[in-house]
Every structure is written in C-alpha cells, then in structure tokens.
T-cell receptor
Framework: DGGITQSPKYLFRKEGQNVTLSCEQN?????MYWYRQDPGQGLRLIYY???????QKGDIAEGYSVSREKKESFPLTVTSAQKNPTAFYLC?????????????FGPGTRLTVL | AQSVAQPEDQVNVAEGNPLTVKCTYS??????LFWYVQYPNRGLQFLLK??????LVKGSYGFEAEFNKSQTSFHLKKPSALVSDSALYFC??????????????FGTGTRLLVSP
C-alpha cells in the first residue's frame, strides 16, 4: 500500500464517543486526503490538506475534524456529531499541483458503531 | 462538476476470456482519467491513467484502457482474465477545486468476478 499506514485496522465506537483514525506517510508527499467508502457509493472526500497547517473541507466534512501538524501525519477525528459513522475510511496522499498526480492509498480503517 | 459513471455493478467473466469494465465520463475541458483496483479490506491500488496522447493506455498487471472522446468513455480491458483479477474496480476523474489543487471524483465501482 505504497508507504501509507493507517491504524487501527478495525475500530469500534460507542454512541457519543469521539474516535481518532491515524494516517502516516513516508512518501514525502505534500497533499493528503481522507475518504469515506460505503457499499455502492464509491469514495467520498471528507477533508484534504495541501501543506502542513492547512486543510480544507471536502464533500462530506460534517461530523469530522482533522489536523496537519506534520507533513507525514493527517489524523481524522470522527466526532459524536457524525450521525452515521460506520464505514471504511481511506487515507491517501499525492504530489500536489501536478497533472499526473495519482493518489496512493493506505490499507484503510473499518469503523463500526456499536 | 466532473463526474464518472460505472454502469455495471458486477461483471462476470470466465478465466482466460477477455474482460471489459465500463466507465463513461462527463467533464468540462480535457479529461484526466484514472483506474484503481481494490481487493477485499484493502486500500486502492493505482492501475493506469490517461492524461493525453495515445488513446490506448497500458497499465499494471496486464490491464489497459481505451480512451474514446466521441463516446466519452474510458473502458478498462484485459485480453485474458485471471481468477486473481477478481476485485472491485474504480474509475476516477480529476476535478479542479481551486488554488491549483485537484481532487479525484470516483465512480461507484464495479465488482469483477472471474470464475475458474
């Protein structure tokens, strides 16, 4: 999975809890992304970050928060405000500003709300 | 906004036969198109991309894709399918979202099942 690690692989959350998903990359990529995958819906963009200390909302940011304090790390927090958080979460990175910027994906974290 | 459509939820093919996974796109301007593959409980792996140039793009694991501007299609193909090709395939298109930054917009995915 190309130098991107995500942990944990499986995560269980109780109603009302916040949980944080880890994403680390050693590809020296500036841009990082978080996607949510649900069956039959493809991938939807939650947040993205072009550089350290900067990030932007994607298409479905409500109920999620991120930080980008280091180039290598882009953790995602799923808050209690996210009404339906059970999903597969994928982190990705790429070189920004290039026409050829395919994204490299981590192995994913499967979050289940109990 | 840019978008892609994958009209088939599932494609079934026998091992050794050719396979095609369909993708059509809707873009303003030049399309920049990608194919990814996902194995169960894994992240996505990049297969190939079309930026410009030849309409037949060759990628990883023997896959290729044919770009057709008149039909706005970017179908994924392989001459001889393997059981190990069974996976979920995603088509994606690049979308500009300002400040020189791009994101990928993904289709809903097509499950490929190759039978022995």
């Amino acid at each position: 999975d190309g130098g991107i690690t995500q942990s944990p692989k499986y995560l269980f959350r109780k109603e009302g809890q916040n949980v944080t998903l880890s994403c680390e990359q050693n590809l020296n990529h500036d841009a990082m992304y978080w996607y949510r995958q649900d069956p039959g819906q493809g991938l939807r963009l939650i947040y993205y970050s072009q550089i350290v200390n900067d990030f932007q909302k994607g298409d479905i940011a409500e109920g999620y928060s991120v930080s980008r304090e280091k180039k290598e790390s882009f953790p995602l927090t799923v808050t209690s405000a996210q009404k339906n958080p059970t999903a597969f979460y994928l982190c990705a990175s790429s070189r920004p500003g290039s026409l050829y910027n395919e994204q490299f994906f981590g192995p994913g974290t499967r979050l289940t709300v109990l | 906004a840019q978008s892609v459509a994958q009209p088939e939820d599932q494609v079934n093919v026998a091992e050794g036969n050719p396979l095609t996974v369909k993708c059509t796109y809707s873009v303003s301007g030049n399309p920049y198109l990608f194919w990814y593959v996902q194995y169960p409980n894994r992240g996505l792996q990049f297969l190939l991309k079309y930026i410009t140039g030849d309409n037949l793009v060759k990628g990883s694991y023997g896959f290729e894709a044919e770009f057709n501007k008149s039909q706005t299609s970017f179908h994924l193909k392989k001459p001889s399918a393997l059981v190990s090709d069974s996976a979920l395939y995603f088509c994606a298109v690049r979308d500009n979202i300002g400040s020189g930054f791009q994101k990928l917009v993904f289709g809903t995915g097509t499950r490929l099942l190759v039978s022995p």
